[in-house]
């Protein structure tokens, strides 16, 4: 499962405690989530299902075949949401005789013909509807609904939005569209055969082995799945969708798109072949499932989910060439789903305690194929970005990666069992090196493989093949919570050419021990000290040197997950930007340099140098600390500026030139901008428009109302919507309602955005745009979910939908007779009462 992360990463200031103080609820010690008891054995689940459009609901026919796990029973006990239940049956045969049941509080126990032993099969059918719109379980900040079955644009009433039927398992939904047991330590294989209207292609787990046509302009397809797998990666997709073929090896790799999404497809998905066959190598173990599809749908619930064979998407990854030419921005999260296919559903967390088995590694699999293709500097920006991420929810500070006292199962989907989970697992990688790593993940998959695993588990296979004993590591990183944070002293003995770094740890409680890399750096170069810090306070170490260092780098190569408190001269800095070769050292110093350039212009030196930096990343972020209506910065950058705003190889640096030249408002660009807004690049036709913004604005409103936003990126939301609102551009309204929606937030991080978010929010209220509010109360009705139990934003976001809809009614009041209007009330009006219950 890969996150859904709303607008301008809301996740974070939802959760950060920078708006306010939020309820930790995963830290209590009275609850103890033990891991489900196996008292059945799942064999086999078959199904026969037809969906029913106009209701919204499924009629479905089951044969599931069982057997007790242990323990002779005599009943069989399902998780079965909202459905209403016609028979069951024991099938021996073909041949059904009754059996007596009770379905009650979601749950179907079935009363056996006799007690079976274990090993000893017997076959159950179970003739049902599913009616997902009665189910009543709820989401989670990273699968905002929960409700497993979902029909979208069922009636064809919207006509820019196809139809579409998708679901969604985890963590415990799949039981909302077939009786099972729910539970991630169950493992089954499945065939379902699925009726559609003819003009729909289907997706399901496994091969199709057969599709015929029936009556009725319906069509019946056969997907089989032959290797046995959790039922939260059950899946089933029907919609109009194209699908674009592609190969690995002898495997099918197919793309599931919208038609206007098919010249672009391989694009998007184009490199998975190459990453199948990367990981497979990586790994050791070849891709071992019959197929691997993707598909994309409207209105999900999440950002990805790894559904073994069929992989779900949010509509985001359709992207366009303007997107595409900047940065596929879904790539890492098509490899964190492929790499699911190891870490997951091969090998399947045998409870949501144990999560950081599935969702710590797929987080690592985007560094591993960022390090691949892209090389080490990219894959620790990306690395850099997870861990502030983390560190940005003061909440998770207090979570361990092992959680067995978590409130509710969805609270393990967060920024530990992500984030701070992949950058343990680098730093694991690290300290045994990557033979006896990559071999370690070799032995913890095929001595688990088609089961379930834990972390004591992947444990005691690297501990088999490396040899050392890795419990210390287990204790404080998977079992233990927060991080190091540390401060560190230096001191210089000139008569015996020594110098001594003190490291203290001053965070609260744990007491860490780790591997840390030291740089001392003497006339310009560093030299690599590595040390074991133990001890809470005093880790004194002694190095002969030739003088005193001009600087001292600590967590020099950037592994160790910790808070660094340092102060550095912009002498300094710009040193360990010129003669670092580690990425996390060199953004470290451009970015220390953006912040303090205003106030200290030694520092510009460092943003000088770094405008020529090999990584695209620091290239970008020394131009977002140029201010060049400044003189002493003009003189010292605009050349190169210049040079970069038309020809870097990377069109988002463009974009970032673009945007720092216009800063100047200087006339003489104005040439260079227009040439801007014919390039493919989104990124360098918004920013090109942002300078005309700043030259000649009145040319603005004509020349934004061209430029194509559908699906556009957060960033270049941002980027334009200032001007989108300042000259009220009616069409671009839909595109800036998700950001607008979360206006007082935005505030919080960037007043002048927020302000302009305000704007927006207030115009879209005081306007008759369907869309634009559709858009609003669908982007707010998801954060329900991922606020989770914030009172004080709940209330914010109840006022901010109150304040809407007090200027929609003033709207209705001067066009009574308004239909789009009374539907945006309505719309509304639901999303306060969701809130409300």
């Given amino acids: 499962m890969k996150k859904l992360i709303f607008s301008l990463s809301l996740l974070g200031i939802f959760c950060s405690g920078n708006v306010f103080a939020q309820t930790n609820t995963s830290g209590r010690t009275e609850v103890y989530q033990q891991t489900h008891t196996l008292t059945t054995e799942l064999k086999h689940t078959k199904l026969k299902v037809k969906f029913d459009y106009e209701k919204e609901q499924m009629s479905g026919e089951e044969w599931l075949t069982a057997a007790p796990y242990f323990y002779p029973t005599d009943s069989l006990v399902l998780d079965a949401k909202g459905m209403l239940i016609h028979e069951v049956a024991l099938d021996k045969k073909g041949n059904k005789s009754p059996l007596k049941y009770e379905y009650k509080n979601d749950m179907l126990k079935i009363n056996l013909d006799k007690t079976y032993s274990k090993n000893q099969d017997y076959t159950v059918y179970i003739k049902y509807t599913a009616r997902p719109n009665e189910v009543t379980q709820k989401g989670s900040s ?110 099918n790799v197919d793309y599931y798109v919208e038609k206007e999404y098919e010249p672009y497809a391989k694009q998007i998905f184009g490199n998975t072949p190459e990453m199948l066959e990367f990981f497979s190598k990586r790994l050791n173990y070849d891709y071992p499932w019959s197929k691997f599809a993707q598909m994309t749908a409207r209105d999900y619930v999440s950002g990805a989910m790894e559904n073994t064979t069929a992989v779900l998407h ?228 002694t190095f002969t040197v030739s003088k005193n260092p001009d600087l001292v780098n600590i967590n020099a190569d950037g592994v160790l997950l910790a808070e660094l408190t ?151 939301i941002s980027e334009l919507l200032p001007i989108i609102v300042k000259n009220k551009i009616e069409k671009q309204m839909p595109a800036i309602a998700s950001t607008a929606a979360f206006y007082p937030f935005i505030k919080f991080q960037n007043p002048e955005l927020g302000t302009a978010a305000e704007e927006g929010f207030n115009w879209i209220m005081s306007s008759d745009n369907l869309k634009a509010t559709e858009n609003l109360t669908k982007i707010l009705g998801q954060a329900k979910g991922q606020i989770g139990n914030n009172p004080q934003a709940k209330m914010m976001i109840v006022q901010i939908l109150q304040d809407g809809l007090a200027k929609k009614m003033q709207v209705l009041k001067a066009n009574p007779s308004s239909k789009t209007i009374n539907a945006q009330i309505d719309l509304i009006n639901k999303a306060i009462e969701a809130y409300k219950k």
């Fill in 142 to 251: 990273a699968i905002s609904d929960a409700k497993g079955l979902y029909f979208v644009n069922a009636q064809g009433t919207d006509p820019d939005k196809p139809t579409q039927i998708w679901t969604q398992g985890e963590t415990e939904a799949s039981s909302a569209w077939f009786p099972t047991i729910d539970k991630p330590n169950q493992k089954t294989t499945q065939e379902i055969y699925m009726t559609v209207p003819d003009k729909y292609v289907t997706l399901s787990n496994g091969l199709m082995k057969s599709s015929n046509r029936e009556n009725g302009g319906l069509r019946t397809d056969h997907w089989v799945m032959d290797k046995k797998h959790a039922p939260y990666l059950f899946f089933m997709g029907v919609g109009d969708y194209v699908v674009v073929k592609d190969k690995w090896r002898n495997i």
């Fill in 566 to 716: 340092d102060t550095k001269t912009a002498d300094q800095y710009l040193s360990q930007y010129q003669n670092s070769k580690e990425f996390l050292s060199r953004y470290l110093a451009v970015d220390n340099a953006t912040e303090n350039v205003a106030k200290n212009p030694a520092f510009l030196k460092v943003l000088v140098a770094a405008l020529k930096d090999s990584n695209f990343r620091i290239r970008m972020k020394a131009l977002s600390g140029l201010d060049l209506s400044k003189p002493d910065q003009v003189k010292a950058a605009i050349s190169e500026v210049e040079k970069m705003a038309s020809n870097d190889p990377k069109t988002l640096v463009q974009g970032a030139a673009i945007s720092a030249l216009a800063k100047s408002k200087d006339k003489k660009y104005l040439p260079l901008f227009e040439k801007g807004l014919n390039a493919v690049s989104n990124s360098v036709k918004a920013n090109s428009l942002t300078g005309i913004a700043a030259v000649d604005p009145a040319r603005v409103a004509a020349l934004a109302e061209n430029i194509d936003l559908e699906g556009a990126s957060e960033d270049l």
């Fill in 314 to 541: 949010q509509e985001s990854a359709q992207q366009k060439p303007g997107d595409l030419i900047d940065e596929n921005r879904w790539e890492g999260t098509i490899a964190h789903e492929l790499f699911h296919h190891w870490f997951g559903d091969l090998v399947t967390a045998e409870s949501w305690s144990n999560l950081s088995v599935n969702e710590s590694f797929a987080n690592y699999s985007q560094y591993l194929w960022n390090e691949h293709k892209y090389g080490k500097d990219l894959a620790d920006y990306d690395l850099m970005k997870e861990i502030k991420g983390y560190m940005a929810d003061p909440s998770n500070l207090s979570k361990d990666l092992v959680r067995f006292s978590y409130h509710n199962r969805e609270d393990m989907f967060d920024g530990v069992s992500y984030n701070k989970g992949g950058a343990i697992l680098h730093m694991l990688r690290n300290y045994l090196g990557d033979d006896a790593f990559f071999a370690g993940l070799t032995d913890y998959l095929k001595t688990n493989e088609y089961g379930t695993g834990e972390a004591h588990q992947l444990r005691l296979s690297l501990e088999k093949v490396s040899g050392k004993d890795l419990n210390w590591f287990f204790n404080q990183w998977f079992y233990g919570s927060g991080h190091p944070k540390l401060s560190y002293t230096t001191n210089f003995e000139p008569v015996k050419k020594q110098v001594t770094v003190t490291i203290n740890q001053t965070q609260m409680g744990q007491n860490y021990q780790f591997p840390l890399a030291i740089d001392l750096y003497e006339n310009g170069k560093p030299t690599r000290k590595n040390v074991w810090v133990n001890a809470k306070e005093k880790n004194n170490y």
